[in-house]
């Protein structure tokens, strides 16, 4: 997977760019299809906002963490990030499952008219 990192107001740092590959290292076995991610980390007001975005299975997924010190704000990203994917997962195997049919229950009224009660 293809990570493309970029600061605005922020000095992406070698240790900054292994922080990001382990944390997102899970994402990629847990996602194979997943082929790149653009990662946006800007400090704007005192706060770090970290943008991530990507492709999936024909979708389009953002997240987005913010938080007053950068590694936080890179970990709520990931964890919204994980969570838009599964979601999106989650679409497209319910899109492949037999849908049951819809049968309306019998109502009790009904059942009652048709018992024999006058033994």
Do not use: C, W
């Not at 293809?2 to 605005?8: E, T, W, Y």
């Not at 790149?36 to 975005?53: P, Q, T, Y």
């Not at 989650?90 to 009790?108: F, N, R, S, W, Y």
């Amino acid at each position: 997977m293809k990570i493309n990192l970029s600061g605005h107001h922020v000095d992406v740092t070698d240790v900054v760019k292994q922080h990001v590959e382990e944390k997102f290292t899970k994402l990629a076995s847990h996602f194979p299809t997943l082929i790149s991610l653009d990662i946006i980390i800007a400090k704007e007001h005192g706060e770090f906002d970290v943008e991530i975005s990507t492709n999936y299975e024909g979708s389009r997924i953002a997240a987005k963490g913010v938080d007053a010190v950068m590694y936080p704000a890179i970990a709520s990203a990931a964890k919204k990030l994980d969570a838009a994917l599964k979601h999106r997962k989650g679409q497209l195997k319910a899109d492949l499952h037999a849908k049951p049919e819809v049968t309306a229950p019998e109502i009790a009224y009904e059942k009652i008219q048709e018992m024999d009660l006058t033994k």
